[in-house]
């Protein structure tokens, strides 16, 4: 199948989270399924400055203004990119979305409007390639016109929308639609009408012939009002066209057997290595180490999403154990600053790095013993994949993706040798607290814990079956092209 990829970041030209490292990695692992994948995104500077030769290979014209595609490679691979190259929309330094204030730049809505045009044109095969995809594969908000443009057309590409994050939508006031030139047609409450404003992410979900999300636990809780941001009605309309595929992760990049990143690599024959990156890290973020401690870390966008404000509420319980703490990420100032309050305070047991900083991530994952994921709700998550690839073992709440991948440590699962975390119920502080205890007891009875490590390390989280579950939904998507939502005009 010919497959086109839209997505507005791709691991390592640039990233803001895990949405990144999908794009990388999946269209690999179509690609490794001989699929004829080609992948669209916009041409920020970071972007250009990481592609050699990059040809032009098109002109086009989007709402007016013009642009050029150029075509790159996916880094490490022969999947040919397609960038879409306007200085005026693209050419910033920094974030994808936000400013040097931190706030959305004022006219993402024309920025991302641009990439789903462009993906509209090279969808029909209108921009003088000669190549026309039997799908068009969309990811998140920034992609979501694309489903909507070409349900208007014949003869069109079928389409699937992938939600990776439902709580961003990217809803614009009404009268950007006129500027975005979009057709008269697409608004109405069913099509991008959301509250009277415009809304990008609505494109996919009533127009795309497939959705899909990035957890089958994801797929379900978004049909309910506590998950679904307001488009829990829409999405329990079209619930049968709905489907929950977990994401994998780079198996090449993420193993602690070859990661170049870490301090020492090991396997799950050779544990021990664990201790070395333990102290490496340590010294790493100026932690004097305590031999018997157990190494707690979190790494993640400092968002409320990923439960950061459970850690703080807990961590003046949590500081009376013989714990030690190593925090990584970047985010909401006051999450930021509460952090490096706790660092200041107990130097001999916390330690903050704020910043993105892929190589110390590596280096986290395989020295850390316990792994923080309190998220209040994660359509998948990755971190949690990799700690249990490094041994790492996850604390996590029971939501989303996080349900998916780790298996509890009940007794029962422990004697079967199925468990691979600790995981809750209810994302309270209380919860949190109980299950920190639970998981120390494990981590002091060292048969129990080797156990849990190894069956973690054991598990296969590669994109071989994700994969070929994507392959399954462009055929449904193909075959129910015709029966997709109604049009009003
Ligand atoms: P999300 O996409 O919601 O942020 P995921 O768990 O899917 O969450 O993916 C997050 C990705 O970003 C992971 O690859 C993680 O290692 C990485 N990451 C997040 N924050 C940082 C940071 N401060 N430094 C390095 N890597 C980070
Ligand atoms: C989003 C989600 C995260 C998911 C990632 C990749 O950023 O928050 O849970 O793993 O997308 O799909």
């Known amino acids: 199948m010919r497959i086109l990829f839209v997505i507005s970041e791709l691991y390592p030209l640039v990233k803001t989270g895990g949405l990144a490292d999908v794009g990388a990695s999946l269209p690999k692992a179509l690609k490794e399924l001989d699929q004829d994948v080609r992948v669209l995104l916009p041409a920020y500077p970071s972007v250009k400055s990481r592609c050699p ?10 709402m007016d203004r013009p642009a050029t595609l150029l075509e790159a490679v996916v880094p490490d691979t022969d999947i040919p990119l397609w960038l879409v190259d306007a200085p005026h929309w693209f050419e910033r330094p920094g974030n994808p979305y936000l400013g040097p204030d931190g706030s959305p730049w004022p006219d993402n809505a024309e920025r991302f409007g641009a990439l789903c045009w462009a993906g509209f044109h090279l969808a029909l095969n209108q921009v003088g390639l000669n190549w026309q995809p039997h799908i068009v594969h969309c990811n998140d908000w920034q992609t979501g016109l694309v489903p909507a443009l070409l349900a208007l057309e014949t ?20 009268q950007t639609f006129t500027r975005l030139k979009l057709p008269k047609a697409l ?5 991008l009408e959301f509250h009277g404003q415009l809304s990008f992410i609505k494109g996919g979900l009533m127009y795309a012939d497939k959705i899909s999300t990035v957890s089958p636990t994801y797929a379900k809780e978004i049909q309910t009002p506590s998950f679904g941001c307001g488009l829990e009605g829409v999405l329990k309309a079209r619930s049968q066209h709905l489907a929950g595929v977990l994401n994998g992760i780079d198996t090449d990049k993420w193993n602690p057997a070859t990661d170049p990143w870490i301090a020492q690599t090991y396997d799950l024959k050779a544990l021990s290595g664990k201790q070395t990156n ?35 509420q807990a961590l ?3 500081i009376r154990y013989p714990f030690q703490f190593v925090f990584l990420g970047s985010g909401e100032r006051d999450f930021e600053q509460g952090l490096l309050y706790w660092a200041r305070r107990y130097p001999g047991q916390v330690a903050v790095h704020l910043g993105y900083d892929e190589a110390l991530a590596h280096l986290v994952e395989a020295g850390a013993d316990l792994f923080l994921m309190p998220s209040r709700f994660e359509p998948c998550g990755l971190n949690q994949m990799y700690s249990q690839r490094y041994g ?18 009940t007794p029962d699962r422990l004697a079967n040798r199925a468990a691979t975390g600790v995981s809750f119920e209810h994302p309270s502080v ?27 390390m054991l598990r296969d989280f590669s994109w071989r079956r994700s994969a070929a579950e994507y392959c399954w939904l462009y055929q449904q998507a193909l075959a129910e092209r015709k029966a997709g939502p109604t049009l009003s005009s």
Request: glycine share 6%; proline share 7%; net charge positive.
């Open 187 to 191: 608004w109405h409450v069913e099509g």
């Open 316 to 318: 003046p319980y949590l």
């Open 155 to 174: 003869n069109r590409p079928a389409t699937l929308f992938t939600i990776h994050n439902l709580a961003y939508q990217g809803i614009f006031p009404a």
């Open 392 to 409: 790492t073992v996850p604390i996590v709440h029971r939501t989303g993706g996080l349900a998916d991948t780790v298996v509890d440590a």
């Open 430 to 456: 209380g919860a949190l607290l109980e299950a920190v205890k639970r998981a120390w007891l494990l981590y002091s009875q060292p048969s129990l814990w080797h156990s849990l490590q190894q069956t973690g």
């Open 53 to 62: 030769n990059l040809k032009p290979v098109a002109e086009l014209r989007l």
């Open 278 to 312: 333990k102290q490496a890290l340590a010294e790493h973020l100026n932690l004097p180490l305590r031999a018997e401690s157990p190494l707690l870390a979190f790494i993640g966008r400092l968002v409320a999403q990923k439960g950061i404000d459970l850690i703080l």
